[in-house]
């Protein structure tokens, strides 16, 4: 399985990016998916997490209201839409997936990983 992430790059405060990861090797929609964030000296967080069929979201309180995750089954991709980006955006953000079945959401474990994209916010 390999996850790649796209879509990164510098934005303005207020501004807008849409990071989008392709993903391949097994049928995509037996997958949970998430975007996870870390900026430097903290530790990775979860910003959004989408089901299988995309119709159970999860988005950090941290950036509720301002980021949107979605996902095509077809096309075998996962985005996060992200508006009204603050400085404290500014991180790297890897996309995830997990076959495994779990009650628990949102996912927080993951076993394969994208190779992260760089957000930089200007303030």
């Known amino acids: 399985v390999q996850l790649q992430a796209s879509g990164g790059g510098l934005a303005q405060a207020g501004g807008s990016l849409r990071l989008s990861c392709a993903v391949s090797?097994?049928?995509?929609?037996?997958?949970?998916t998430g975007w996870f964030r870390q900026a430097p000296g903290k530790e990775r967080e979860l910003v959004a997490a989408i089901s299988r069929s995309g119709g159970r979201t999860y988005v950090a309180d941290s950036v509720k209201g301002r980021f949107t995750i979605s996902r095509d089954n077809a096309k075998s991709t996962v985005y996060l839409q992200m508006n009204s980006l603050k400085f404290e955006d500014t991180a790297v953000y890897y996309c995830?997936?997990?076959?495994?079945?779990?009650?628990?959401?949102?996912?927080?474990?993951?076993?394969?990983w994208g190779q992260g994209t760089q957000v930089t916010v200007s303030s």
């Open positions: 995830a997936a997990d076959s495994r079945v779990s009650t628990s959401w949102p996912k927080k474990e993951y076993d394969y």
């Open positions: 090797g097994r049928t995509f929609s037996s997958y949970v």
